[in-house]
């Protein structure tokens, strides 16, 4: 080691000593909130309000279990928006990223590193493409496809300049940047936030003749759709469906792209949830788990002559593909398909609707729904006329829940949850809405 290099590195772990044993200032000088409800307080001085979070408090996290800052123990059965199929915390996880970020965690696209191939190299084996755009966000997975698509549409499929159309399925949920709220249908994310990005169309989901319809106009270069909705609440579309979009995507010569950011990776107990009609769409778009809940990652999936209409400056990210994120995607993986949880998701999930269907109450729950452990409680709202305030009970009782507007929970727990475990957050929730009172 250089005389320099050793200097730095002794000045490195003397202000690391210093920073760990409090001899350092730290940026922030505030004593540390003492309860849960000083650090909701103090969150809610400080913070945009554009999350309205159930009122609970977590410090730590391990497997399928959360811990609250008063030391209370929850199941969690939200897993991080699906993003924690592999759990918190999961040693082989967390050990890549140590390891990596020790070594090297960032240098940006202008120049090669050495773990960028080896995800890339895995990926396209593994789902039988032939290129990669690496980024951070689902939502970036997202807005990456449309501009591929709209480029493909005009040098491929040769629309005229900015006629290219977009068709979207109505639920959609992709994001909330300009490009994914022009194509919502939630008023929420959609009103006051014109204009809106033009070149968007939307159908009803699980409706293949009205797709037929929109794909009649020759200005359209793609459908982005979810395999299962997973925002709307665990909407699965009717057997045939995806098969469908297949043929007619084919047909009229659109790109499809699937939006598998919650969905795939063993989430709805297949590796994608396409797999359940066999079919190939024309991008594929992961995220969420592919990061292990532990680092930001998402990833593009195409052949090469769709990829390819990317050239250098067309497209790019700071963050996209960095090495450090390289490392957690390719651990994430491993422990997907080493660990058996697509088998295991299926398998839970299988469990999770055939007990719930029979054991809850008729006048509380009109459907239980969903696909591996990607699953939602339909409401009948006459028996169950506030959905959060079911949710606090759900918590109250150990359980972490999300509501779904105004008249469902879903439900996404960690994939390495066993049956026992299952079970046991099968009976929370059994007694919570069986004995909820409005």
């Given at each position: 080691?250089?005389?320099?290099?050793?200097?730095?590195s002794?000045?490195?772990?003397?202000y690391t000593?210093?920073?760990?044993?409090?001899?350092?200032?730290?940026l922030?000088?505030?004593?540390?909130?003492?309860s849960?409800?000083?650090?909701i307080?103090r969150?809610?001085?400080?913070?945009?309000?554009n999350?309205?979070p159930?009122?609970v408090?977590?410090?730590r996290?391990?497997?399928?279990?959360?811990?609250?800052?008063?030391?209370?123990?929850?199941?969690?059965?939200?897993?991080?928006?699906?993003t924690?199929?592999?759990?918190?915390?999961?040693?082989?996880?967390?050990?890549?990223?140590?390891?990596?970020?020790n070594?090297?965690?960032?240098?940006?696209?202008?120049?090669?590193?050495?773990?960028?191939?080896?995800?890339?190299?895995?990926?396209?084996?593994?789902?039988?493409?032939e290129?990669?755009?690496?980024?951070?966000?689902?939502?970036?997975?997202?807005?990456?496809?449309v501009?591929?698509?709209?480029?493909?549409?005009?040098?491929?499929?040769?629309i005229?300049?900015?006629q290219?159309?977009?068709?979207?399925?109505?639920?959609?949920?992709?994001?909330?940047?300009?490009?994914?709220?022009?194509s919502?249908?939630?008023?929420?994310s959609?009103?006051?936030?014109?204009?809106?990005?033009?070149?968007?169309?939307?159908?009803?989901?699980?409706?293949?003749?009205k797709?037929?319809?929109?794909?009649?106009n020759?200005?359209?270069?793609?459908?982005?759709?979810e395999?299962?909705?997973?925002?709307?609440g665990?909407?699965?579309?009717?057997?045939?469906?995806?098969k469908?979009?297949?043929?007619l995507?084919?047909?009229?010569?659109?790109l499809?792209?699937?939006?598998?950011?919650?969905?795939g990776?063993?989430r709805?107990?297949?590796?994608?949830?396409v797999?359940?009609?066999?079919?190939?769409?024309?991008?594929?778009?992961?995220g969420?788990?592919?990061?292990?809940?532990?680092?930001?990652?998402s990833?593009?999936?195409?052949?090469?002559?769709?990829?390819?209409?990317?050239?250098?400056?067309t497209?790019?990210?700071?963050?996209?593909?960095?090495?450090?994120?390289?490392?957690?995607?390719?651990?994430?993986?491993d422990?997907?398909?080493?660990?058996?949880?697509?088998e295991?998701?299926?398998?839970?999930?299988?469990?999770?609707?055939?007990?719930?269907?029979?054991?809850?109450?008729?006048?509380?729950?009109?459907?239980?729904r969903?696909?591996?452990?990607?699953?939602?409680?339909?409401?009948?709202?006459?028996?169950?006329s506030?959905?959060y305030k079911?949710?606090?009970?759900?918590k109250?009782?150990?359980?972490?829940?999300k509501?779904?507007?105004?008249?469902?929970?879903?439900?996404?727990?960690?994939?390495?949850?066993?049956?026992t475990?299952?079970?046991?957050?099968?009976?929370?929730i059994?007694?919570?809405?069986?004995n909820?009172?409005n």
């Open positions: 080691m250089s005389g320099g290099l050793q200097n730095r002794s000045q490195l772990l003397k000593r210093l920073f760990n044993n409090g001899s350092v200032t730290r922030s000088s505030s004593t540390a909130a003492k849960s409800a000083e650090v307080q969150e809610k001085k400080v913070s945009a309000n999350y309205d159930s009122p408090v977590i410090t996290g391990e497997g399928i279990f959360m811990w609250d800052v008063e030391g209370k123990k929850y199941y969690d059965f939200v897993g991080g928006f699906a924690l199929n592999q759990g918190h915390c999961h040693p082989k996880i967390i050990k890549a990223m140590t390891d990596q970020v070594k090297l965690h960032h240098t940006s696209r202008a120049i090669f590193h050495d773990s960028l191939y080896e995800l890339n190299e895995f990926l396209t084996k593994k789902f039988d493409y290129k990669v755009l690496n980024m951070n966000t689902g939502v970036e997975g997202g807005e990456s496809s501009k591929i698509a709209r480029k493909w549409g005009y040098r491929v499929k040769k005229p300049q900015n290219a159309q977009v068709v979207f399925a109505h639920g959609n949920f992709w994001g909330r940047t300009i490009a994914a709220i022009s919502s249908t939630d008023p929420t959609f009103d006051e936030f014109g204009p809106h990005v033009p070149g968007y169309q939307i159908v009803p989901y699980d409706d293949l003749g797709l037929e319809q929109a794909f009649r020759p200005n359209v270069c793609a459908f982005m759709v395999p299962l909705q997973g925002e709307a665990a909407v699965v579309p009717t057997l045939g469906y995806l469908g979009v297949r043929e995507c084919t047909k009229y010569n659109v499809w792209i699937d939006d598998e950011v919650q969905a990776l063993g709805t107990g297949k590796m994608l949830a797999d359940y009609e066999n079919v190939k769409p024309d991008l594929l778009i992961l969420k788990a592919l990061s292990g809940g532990v680092y930001p990652i990833a593009v999936l195409a052949n090469s002559e769709v990829m390819d209409v990317l050239t250098p400056g497209h790019g990210s700071t963050y996209g593909g960095n090495a450090l994120a390289c490392k957690v995607a390719l651990a994430s993986l422990v997907i398909i080493s660990e058996g949880l697509v295991n998701s299926f398998k839970m999930g299988e469990i999770f609707r055939s007990e719930l269907s029979a054991r809850l109450d008729k006048d509380k729950v009109i459907q239980v969903g696909r591996g452990l990607l699953n939602a409680i339909v409401l009948n709202t006459k028996g169950v506030d959905v079911l949710n606090s009970e759900l109250a009782n150990g359980m972490i829940s509501p779904i507007g105004s008249g469902a929970l879903r439900f996404s727990p960690p994939l390495i949850i066993t049956e475990q299952l079970r046991e957050g099968i009976d929370i059994v007694n919570t809405i069986n909820f009172k």
